[in-house]
């Protein structure tokens, strides 16, 4: 099938017939902007007060009990519709957009966010969405439903990190004739980077890399925010994943003195949706380092992860 004219005629068809999410594309189209430069890396601000949901998601387990899931068809308004992505997902439009083509792809059934066995899920829905870049986050990486396993998609172009990599220095841990895993340190946040025309590969070095990862007490997975897309040119999987230390910052919070800020993979590539007015006008570049700073591992953690590769690198054992 091919994906994109349905995803282009069912974003037509949604922002004409469900007026929410009409007026909030709309909207978009005219949201403040503005940008920092964090050495070699830039960071855009998008005053966006619809993303208050997001960011302001109450996620502790009672809670999301008590609550109607927003992803399950049977709670979601009659006018959103959905793309059927094999049997296991649906595609819909995104109400409340960060992106001018913002989707959601969640599973069909209520199942809690688990990424290990669906990085093959994410590779093939960034081949079939070749002009999106496809993303998840952790059920404490900026998930706001974190029981309901669901992938985003975002329209390439519109997070600054993507064409970043491009030009940045990376750090080779493995590679092979199909591609290579390394890390990337110089763009403000550490993240490690996954290049492969293999499917298998793209799963194998991040299978790898995820077992390595530290796993949080009372926690099922490492705390990561993940990216993926498929360049039509190269006929390349790119997969970029940054490690968590840590869901919300201090200062998270409203009123004085406090941020309403929730990163998540879009804030991760370079992309900020902030909520408060208050908030896009205060920051500069020097708070939202310390934020990278205070949310991501740093190298000196992510030792282990290094040594754990270089293991395998030395004794020629494949990935």
């Known amino acids: 099938m091919d994906y994109s004219r349905v995803i282009d005629r069912l974003i037509a068809r949604q922002l004409r017939d469900w007026d929410l999410a009409g007026a909030n594309y709309e909207a978009l189209a005219g949201v403040a902007t503005r940008s920092l430069s964090l050495g070699e890396a830039t960071v855009t601000l998008q005053f966006n007060p619809e993303r208050?949901?997001?960011?302001?998601?109450?996620?502790?387990?009672?809670?999301?009990?008590?609550?109607?899931?927003?992803?399950?068809?049977?709670?979601?308004?009659?006018?959103?519709?959905?793309?059927l992505w094999g049997e296991r997902y649906k595609i819909q439009v995104n109400p409340y957009p960060i992106f001018k083509r913002h989707l959601t792809i969640a599973d069909l059934h209520h199942v809690p966010q688990r990424l290990?066995?669906?990085?093959?899920?994410?590779?093939?829905?960034?081949?079939?969405?070749?002009?999106?870049?496809?993303?998840?986050?952790?059920?404490?990486?900026?998930?706001?439903?974190?029981?309901?396993?669901?992938?985003?998609?975002?329209?390439?172009?519109?997070?600054?990190?993507?064409?970043e990599m491009a030009h940045a220095t990376t750090h080779l841990l493995?590679?092979?004739?199909?591609?290579?895993?390394?890390?990337v340190?110089?763009?403000?946040?550490?993240?490690?980077?996954?290049?492969t025309s293999s499917q298998r590969a793209a799963e194998r070095y991040a299978l790898r890399l995820l077992d390595?990862?530290?796993?949080?007490?009372?926690?099922?997975?490492?705390?990561?925010?993940?990216?993926?897309?498929?360049?039509?040119?190269?006929?390349?999987?790119?997969?970029?994943?940054f490690p968590r230390r840590k869901h919300r910052p201090a200062c998270y919070g409203e009123g004085e003195g406090k941020l309403l800020l929730s990163p998540a993979s879009v804030d991760m590539g370079g992309l900020w949706a902030v909520p408060e007015r208050k908030d896009f006008d205060a920051l500069t570049p020097r708070m939202v380092q310390a934020l990278y700073d205070e949310l991501c591992m740093s190298r000196k953690e992510l030792t282990p992860v290094f040594n754990g590769f270089?293991?395998?690198?030395e004794n020629h054992q494949p990935i």
């Open 52 to 83: 208050r949901r997001s960011s302001a998601a109450v996620i502790d387990r009672r809670s999301l009990a008590r609550r109607k899931c927003f992803l399950c068809t049977e709670y979601q308004p009659a006018k959103q519709k959905a793309v």
């Open 116 to 163: 290990a066995d669906r990085i093959s899920d994410m590779l093939m829905l960034a081949q079939s969405l070749p002009d999106f870049v496809v993303f998840y986050n952790g059920p404490r990486c900026g998930a706001s439903a974190p029981d309901h396993m669901h992938f985003q998609a975002g329209a390439k172009g519109e997070m600054p990190l993507c064409d």
């Open 174 to 183: 493995a590679d092979s004739d199909e591609g290579f895993i390394g890390y």
């Open 185 to 195: 340190d110089q763009l403000g946040r550490n993240l490690f980077t996954i290049e």
């Open 212 to 241: 390595l990862l530290p796993v949080a007490q009372g926690d099922e997975e490492p705390m990561v925010n993940v990216l993926c897309w498929w360049n039509t040119t190269d006929r390349l999987w790119h997969l970029v994943v």
């Open 310 to 313: 270089a293991h395998y690198w």
